[in-house]
Nanobody
Framework: VQLQASGGGLVQAGGSLRLSCAAS????????MSWYRETPGKERELVAT???????WYADSVRGRFAVSTDNTNNTVYLQMNSLKPEDTAVYYC???????????WGQGTLVTVSS
């Protein structure tokens, strides 16, 4: 599956952005879809995961501000980011895994910049 992330940009602190990750094929067979972020000098950080079964998971740093969701009709996963902070500035990546597979598919990153 190929993943295409979009929606990044420049926003002031307190603002909102919605990231999208469009898959090239049906996401209904994917086990998990996730959003990561990366800043220079730091390891890529898992931000949110939405499993095929079960509830979404969020990193402590974004819980209550970010929401991950899927649209099976459009084969897209979204990351709604509210109350953005300068420390949310990063390149955001979407990823996906099929059930019974340890292989991770990655989309290209989309840059989110939050100004103070």
């Amino acid at each position: 599956v190929q993943l295409q992330a979009s929606g990044g940009g420049l926003v002031q602190a307190g603002g909102s952005l919605r990231l999208s990750c469009a898959a090239s094929r049906s996401i209904s067979r994917l086990n998990t879809m996730s959003w990561y972020r990366e800043t220079p000098g730091k390891e890529r950080e898992l931000v949110a995961t939405i499993p095929k079964f079960g509830s979404p998971w969020y990193a402590d740093s974004v819980r209550g501000r970010f929401a991950v969701s899927t649209d099976n009709t459009n084969n897209t996963v979204y990351l709604q980011m509210n109350s953005l902070k300068p420390e949310d500035t990063a390149v955001y990546y979407c990823s996906a895994r099929y059930m019974f597979s340890t292989y991770t598919y990655w989309g290209q990153g989309t840059l989110v910049t939050v100004s103070s």
